[in-house]
């Protein structure tokens, strides 16, 4: 029972164009979703984040966007840098005995070609 | 400072032998976790402490043994492990607010032989 979905495994960009990143969630209880960053051997880095009770927030080239009634949020670098290649996991809050719990998508593997 | 820092970044052990995987922050947070990530796959939870106590053990095995001695630290003592359990173990720390984003340092790289 996957609750946050990444379908696309992989994809490629040239640099200087969009990225876009796309993350699906079944479970309506989620009110808080986050971007993470990951390179190889290392722990994610955490990039940007939204509230349920908005449908966009910006961050520099990032900005994510939440449509809460399709339960979809996408990330967007713009432009993007040979940098950017990671891996980009999206992930959701659930609250579990008070305590916080982050679940996570699949990943996405992006590069940026140049 | 948003740095977590874990130690070893790499670890090499046999069925038999115990070790331990140690990771510190200076953020303040009360909240400290550990996850585990495979390859090719997302960081999936073991444990969750909060002020100290553990709040969430996401059934995972006994040979896994977390400790909180205080609110800087977290250990994750190893015992008898096997070699499926070679995988990057991760430690973050958040602050106890509710929705607020979780601090991940580089990781330990356990290989088990």
């Known amino acids: 029972d996957q609750q946050v979905k990444q379908n696309s495994p992989s994809l490629s960009v040239q640099e200087g164009r969009i990225s876009i990143l796309n993350c699906d969630y079944t479970?309506?209880?989620?009110?808080?979703f986050l971007w993470y960053k990951k390179y190889p051997a290392e722990g994610p880095t955490f990039l940007i984040s939204i509230s349920s009770i908005k449908d966009k927030n910006e961050d520099g080239r990032f900005t994510v966007f939440l449509n809460k009634s399709a339960k979809h949020l996408s990330l967007h670098i713009v432009p993007s840098q040979p940098g950017d290649s990671a891996v980009y996991f999206c992930a959701a809050i659930a609250l579990i005995q008070g305590a916080q719990k982050l679940v996570f998508g699949q990943g996405t593997r992006l590069t940026i070609n140049p | 400072d948003t740095e977590v820092t874990q130690t070893p970044k790499h670890l090499v052990m046999g069925m038999t032998n115990k070790k331990s995987l140690k990771c510190e922050q200076h953020m303040g947070h009360r909240a400290m976790y550990w996850y585990k990530q495979k390859a090719k796959k997302p960081p999936e939870l073991m444990f969750v402490?909060?002020?100290?106590?553990?709040?969430i053990n996401e059934s995972v095995p006994s040979r896994f043994s977390p400790e909180c001695p205080n609110s800087s630290l977290l250990n994750l003592h190893l015992h008898a492990l096997q070699p499926e359990d070679s995988a990057l173990y991760l430690c973050a720390s958040s602050s106890q607010a509710i929705n607020t984003e979780a601090f991940f340092g580089q990781g330990t790289r356990l290989t088990v032989v």
């Open positions: 402490y909060s002020y100290e106590k553990l709040s």
């Open positions: 479970n309506s209880m989620f009110d808080y």
